[in-house]
């Protein structure tokens, strides 16, 4: 497993399909490949890979993206409504 999957805040990029797939309008190379990204930033900023070691972990910056959860959820629903493939083997 690339340890560029797992994201700052804690995700792990490689189980989205925005990540694994993409649609027509957006395809992901997962958070340290972004442009931009508060969470992202803020960990490199103090020289951390993941939040967790942080001395202000949880703060509210990543209370703020896990309360949100719901509408990315209600993304993927939207743009994937039949799910993803497996990968052929």
């Not at 803020?42 to 972990?57: D, H, M, R």
């Not at 994937?80 to 990968?87: E, M, S, V, Y």
Request: with cysteine; net charge positive.
């Amino acid at each position: 497993m690339s340890e560029n999957l797992v994201a700052a805040c804690g995700l792990f990029c490689g189980w989205c399909p925005f990540y694994l797939v993409g649609s027509e309008e957006f395809k992901c190379g997962g958070c340290w490949s972004r442009e931009k990204c508060a969470i992202r930033d803020c960990a490199k900023e103090k020289g951390l890979k993941i939040c967790t070691y942080c001395k202000e972990f949880p703060c509210q910056k990543l209370y703020k993206m896990y309360g949100r959860m719901n509408e990315f959820f209600d993304e993927i629903k939207r743009t994937f409504p039949h799910g993803i493939k497996p990968p052929i083997k």
